[in-house]
């Protein structure tokens, strides 16, 4: 939702409207990314603390820090706050801004992938282990080789082939990436270096995970997404077009990528057939919150799907802190996503 209609919100009123509540109220949470191990929810989302900077579109309001996990013994108990998982001050390599992190287990093992601001200021991915879902993990002394801008989100396939999606433009910098290196110049623009509205717009990067889960396997590749013609969407489609926050669920056989248009403030999501895709342009998820963005993830928990989602209604709008929020999510008989709204009418 625009900044300017933030003062004109009555917040009393909008949460009463609201079609769920935050999962917890004592810090500000965002960027939700939920996944069921041994039979309980767990929610790895960044960690909102207001850095006392003017708003901006770079994120230099958010003085984000550390993890703190949520758990929760199904979609409607209360969410537990496992306490710190994973501080700045522990990852050698990173310096500030520990954005949108996602989770994923193997052999036993959790695995913690987190972007962050290296000390030359350019967003990096790094991965911490743990023996315990909730943590707290160790980071790697790196953070993964060839890794850049934010968002990374890690599906299991049923083969049990990991992959990591990733990427975000404005200050997640993917738009710096476009030549395959590292682009500099302009650095408070986050507007630098975009296509064109004419052009094909900016695409989420997938690479496929080594066996450790520690490194990329391949070079990252675009997932791309296209409309109705099959044609790549456009950078001034931006109704429709990725701005952040990739996910990627499984329904009917069918591969699900999901994202943020960012500022046009939608959640929507695409079709494939495999995990590469390309995938098709399918429809909105969530119609726009209050606060700046929409960050999201789909997780089943026995015999139905739900969204995890966030919206700044906590904070009454203040710096856009977030809280994290879930509500069912349906498919139709067709395999097609309702589209929900946050606020009842």
Request: net charge negative; aromatic share 14%.
């Amino acid at each position: 939702m625009p900044e300017d209609s933030i003062a004109h919100i009555d917040f009393e009123e909008l949460n009463k409207k609201a079609i769920s509540q935050p999962l917890v109220k004592h810090i500000y949470t965002a960027d939700p990314s939920a996944h069921v191990f041994n039979g309980k929810i767990y929610i790895y989302p960044s960690h909102d603390v207001d850095a006392g900077d003017a708003f901006d579109d770079l994120g230099s309001h958010f003085a984000m820090e550390d993890y703190h996990i949520l758990s929760m013994d199904s979609p409607t108990s209360d969410a537990v706050d496992n306490g710190n998982a994973l501080h700045v001050n522990d990852v050698p390599w990173a310096s500030k801004q520990m954005w949108a992190p996602d989770a994923a287990e193997k052999d036993g093992k959790y695995y913690l992938f987190f972007p962050a601001k290296a000390h030359d200021g350019i967003f990096r991915i790094g991965v911490a282990v743990s023996d315990s879902p909730v943590g707290p993990f160790t980071p790697q002394p790196e953070a993964i080789k060839n890794s850049f801008s934010i968002d990374p989100a890690v599906y299991k396939d049923e083969d049990g082939t990991y992959y990591m999606y990733f990427g975000g433009i404005w200050g997640g910098q993917l738009q710096r990436w476009r030549s395959g290196t590292f682009n500099a110049e302009q650095p408070e623009s986050p507007f630098a270096f975009l296509p064109e509205a004419n052009e094909p717009a900016l695409c989420a990067k997938i690479a496929k995970l080594t066996d450790d889960l520690l490194e990329f396997a391949e070079e990252p590749k675009d997932v791309v997404i296209t409309d109705e013609n099959d044609e790549p969407l456009l950078q001034g489609d931006t109704d429709r077009r990725f701005f952040e926050a990739s996910w990627l669920h499984k329904y009917n056989g069918k591969y699900y990528f999901s994202y943020s248009t960012g500022d046009t403030h939608y959640l929507c999501y695409a079709i494939g057939d495999n995990p590469y895709g390309p995938f098709k342009y399918a429809g909105r998820i969530l119609e726009p919150v209050v606060g700046w963005t929409s960050h999201h993830s789909i997780c089943a928990f026995e015999d139905k799907w739900y969204l995890f989602y966030h919206d700044s209604s906590l904070s009454k709008g203040v710096t856009h802190l977030r809280s994290v929020k879930v509500t069912e999510l349906v498919h139709d008989e067709n395999g097609l996503i309702k589209t929900i709204k946050p606020y009842i009418d």
